[in-house]
């Protein structure tokens, strides 16, 4: 093997390992240890996977002494190939952050308290018992995360919806790729991610839509780079107003106008079916809907699409021939498109291109719906954010009966007299008081949701009885009447999946500190004093560790699209992840779905009926049926509609918020980091050299960016961003602030949700984050001083010598072990 040191804050994808197209990638091991460990020190390395991002990158943690040392990546495994990327490398270190909780806490005299777990729990449990005797099940709500184990969302979805009976469980997966699932859904009849990342070394076109890879999958762009890098390399086409780095490495980069996704999908749709680029004999054996596609499209130019989306004709036409000669064609999806006006018409779009080339089934043909949380797709399997578990369609009584006969359970116990809650909807019912218990569990809405402002004053109701479950003393655990600290990522043992249906095993390398547990243990606990019953009167919640629970799991994923039942902890213990479906059929997994055609969109399969693009609406059983009696893909047309909030002489920009590579989420890990809170410590804001100028502003000025609803203050990078568009990276709040968790008196805040908009897709229900119009203007100049972005990402100077590189230092050597 040969290794190279290298600084992975600089460089944070590393050095190359060139592969040509239909190859296999090269496997390429990252290290890193704590500073003055060697390797022949470590005296174990325990399996896991990657925990701040989607990727599912295959990891072992190194464990000295009881301790955490370092991580390095496993070269065996089908996602990395030993490769991690910097929040892989670095963030391991926030779990000894000497700011954990480690004893339960509880609001006493207006103050929070340390407790023992007795305590706590008791108060939890009597206040679920007032609220179940005198208001019924829908006064209790449960908001959690995309970061838990399977494991743990299982046990969570069985006794909120079996236990205590409520239709209000969500997680903040709802805020980032809850999308995805609906766009699978629309078009195929069930979630599933269609393709998968060993698609990469197939493809010879590969469009990201909305999907800024570098940073936030990184491993998968060192695999694109990889193959820019070798023989027959793909040609890229990226859609993003941000000059990222696939960006400019594109053949083609549109750069739209905020909110204009829909017009131009239109356009590419109609040059494609105008060119005769579509393959006719698959759409007629796999879909149904074709025609009024093409009715729909028949008038949406590249012409008319350039006045809309402020493009040059010329380049969308560009990219539709681009799209049209793919002899194998990848696209991948993310919050440019979640995150914006029209979010599930436009990523059913991209599913449209696919359907109409006949681009699935097939090695480097296929589209990537992403996630963004590493756990996200357990949610939605296990029925933790607005699903029923196993894909279960909630407005099927069949569905309903068969997930009653797994729990043992009424059907009438499981609610489904309606959608299950999403997030807006349930802080909404908090904030009109008929929730009056909200258990949060692994997340942070007072920084992630929108209109900020808002959140606090719902979760600072002395009405309401909020519960928090986290690592942290965070922003919303200060607002808590009981605060329980939980066990986190190589503290215990569990299941997650990734954005390509790969099942990963992560087991337990050291103790938790103090008293903190894994949520599981806690979640358990909770049932067992609540005494939940199946109808025979015993123990609802049966197991009772978490090999036990991926047990029970296999039993309500039998025969349904996820299955797990030819998985166990010892295969998942071999070296690499597994997709689902594993079952008798796919002993080994299963690398693409719809291989020959699609299989779960049959009326009295399919996981929902689908919903009107508009309004949100849900289709009654008889429409679908009329629609798709037998089971194939839809392809489903969408109109353009304008923005609801749309740039005015007061707000003249559009405001878009998003992530930067070295933070994930609220920084609860990253900003405990040294490597990674380093490059980019503090809020920024990007705006274009033109608006830049024209407003007399220069890098690094302090600058307000308000909307209708706050302000945050930040300093300016100017970069070359489309004019007329700003960039805030939600990541910051006030934990680290002597404010504490809101912004401090009469100063505009830190957090890019003070001025987010409450508004959201009608029919994923995910929060438009990228809406809302916005005004920029001087506080004070910046004297020389530059901006705190990185120069290494979307968010680099618009010239390069502006501003100090971003650079880690000896502290941020990884070893890169070769072939």
């Known amino acids: 093997m040969d290794a190279v040191s290298v600084d992975r804050i600089a460089r944070p994808w590393g050095s190359r390992t060139p592969y040509g197209r239909n190859e296999s990638w090269p496997t390429r091991v990252d290290t890193h240890l704590a500073a003055g460990v060697e390797p022949e020190q470590v005296q174990r390395w325990v399996q896991t996977a990657s925990l701040l991002h989607s990727d599912g990158d295959a990891m072992d943690i190194a464990v000295v002494d009881g301790r955490m040392v370092g991580v390095r990546g496993r070269a065996r495994d089908r996602v990395n190939r030993g490769r991690l990327g910097p929040k892989d490398l670095f963030a391991w270190q926030a779990n000894a952050a000497p700011d954990r909780l480690t004893e339960p806490l509880v609001r006493q005299d207006g103050r929070l308290v340390e407790c023992d777990w007795d305590t706590a729990m008791e108060r939890i449990v009597a206040r679920s ?8 099940p829908g006064s209790v709500g449960f908001y959690t995360s995309g970061q838990l184990f399977l494991e743990e969302y299982y046990t969570l979805a069985v006794l909120a919806r079996a236990g205590i009976g409520t239709n209000h469980l969500d997680g903040n997966t709802r805020l980032c790729t809850s999308t995805a699932a609906e766009a699978l859904k629309e078009s195929f009849g069930c979630d599933g991610q269609p393709g998968s990342y060993d698609d990469i070394d197939d493809a010879d076109v590969i469009a990201l839509f909305g999907h800024n890879i570098a940073e936030t999958q990184p491993v998968q762009w060192m695999r694109i780079l990889d193959r820019l890098e070798g023989a027959d390399p793909p040609r890229l086409l990226c859609v993003d107003p941000r000059p990222t780095r696939v960006a400019r490495r594109a053949a083609v980069h549109l750069a739209p106008r905020g909110g204009t996704n829909v017009a131009l999908l239109n356009a590419l749709l109609h040059e494609l079916i105008r ?5 006719h004999d698959y759409i007629e054996a796999h879909t149904v809907g074709y025609e009024e596609l093409a009715s729909r499209v ?3 130019t590249p012409r008319w699409a350039a006045g809309i989306c402020d493009l040059p004709a010329a380049r969308i036409t560009e990219a539709a021939e681009l799209l049209g000669t793919a002899d194998r064609l990848l696209s991948t999806v993310l919050q440019g498109v979640y995150q914006s006006h029209q979010a599930t018409a436009a990523a059913v779009q991209i599913n449209n291109l696919h359907l109409i080339l006949g681009m699935l089934g097939r090695p480097g043909a296929g589209v990537l719906q992403m996630n963004g949380q590493p756990t996200a797709q357990n949610t939605r399997e296990c029925g933790a954010n607005g699903d029923l578990p196993g894909f279960r369609n909630w407005q099927n009584d069949e569905h309903v009966a068969d997930l009653a006969r797994v729990w043992n359970v009424d059907p009438q116990t499981i609610p489904h007299y309606a959608p299950p809650t999403h997030a807006m909807q349930l802080f909404r019912y908090a904030e009109q008081g008929s929730i009056g218990m909200l258990w949060i569990s692994g997340t942070n809405p007072a920084v992630s949701l929108p209109e900020l402002s808002r959140i606090r004053s719902i979760l ?11 690592l942290f003393l965070t922003e919303t655990a200060q607002l808590a009447d009981v605060v329980l600290p939980g066990a986190t990522w190589g503290e215990k043992t569990g299941t997650f999946t990734n954005a390509d249906r790969t099942v990963h095993l992560s087991d337990k390398a050291v103790e938790p500190p103090g008293e903190a547990r894994p949520d599981l243990d806690i979640f358990l606990d909770y049932a067992a004093r609540m005494d939940f019953r199946d109808k025979d009167a015993n123990p609802l919640i049966d197991w009772h560790d978490p090999e036990s629970a991926f047990e029970a799991w296999k039993r309500c994923s039998a025969g349904r699209p996820c299955d797990y039942t030819g ?9 690499s992840g597994i997709q689902w479906p594993c079952d008798e059929r796919a002993p080994d997994g299963t690398p693409r779905l719809y291989t020959h055609g699609v299989d779960w969109a049959r009326p009295d399969l399919c996981e929902s009926y689908g919903k009107d693009l508009v309004t949100g609406a849900a289709n009654e059983a008889t429409v679908y049926r009329a629609l798709n009696p037998d089971g194939k893909a839809v392809i489903k047309a969408a109109a353009y509609l304008p923005p609801h909030e749309k740039p005015d002489d007061a707000y003249p920009f559009q405001l878009l918020t998003g992530r930067t590579l070295y933070h994930f989420h609220t920084r609860t890990k990253t900003g405990r980091t040294p490597q990674l809170n380093a490059a980019a410590p503090e809020v920024w804001v990007e705006a274009s050299v033109s608006d830049a100028i024209r407003l007399g502003l220069r890098e690094g000025d302090l600058v307000d960016v308000t909307t209708p609803r706050g302000a945050v203050r930040a300093r300016l990078r100017i970069t070359d961003i489309r004019t007329g568009l700003l960039f805030v990276p939600f990541h910051y709040g ?3 602030t002597k404010a504490g968790h809101t912004p401090d008196g009469d100063t505009p805040g830190r957090a890019a949700n003070e001025t987010t908009v409450t508004d959201w897709d009608p029919v994923s229900k995910q929060p438009l984050f990228k809406t809302a119009a916005a005004a920029l203007h001087l506080v004070q100049r ?3 001083q530059a901006a705190p972005a990185p120069t290494t990402t979307a968010s680099a100077p618009a010239h390069a010598d502006s501003v100090p590189a971003t650079e880690g230092g000896r502290d941020a050597l990884v070893t890169e072990a070769t072939e």
């Open 129 to 136: 018992r007032d609220l179940l005797r005198e208001r019924g």
């Open 275 to 279: 060119t005769d680029r579509v393959d």
């Open 298 to 300: 028949e008038e949406c």
């Open 460 to 470: 600072e109701q002395e009405r309401l009885f909020v519960v928090v479950q986290d």
């Open 567 to 575: 998985l166990t902890y010892d295969k998942l213990r071999a070296g």
């Open 734 to 736: 006030y934990w680290d």
């Open 782 to 784: 910046g004297d020389g």
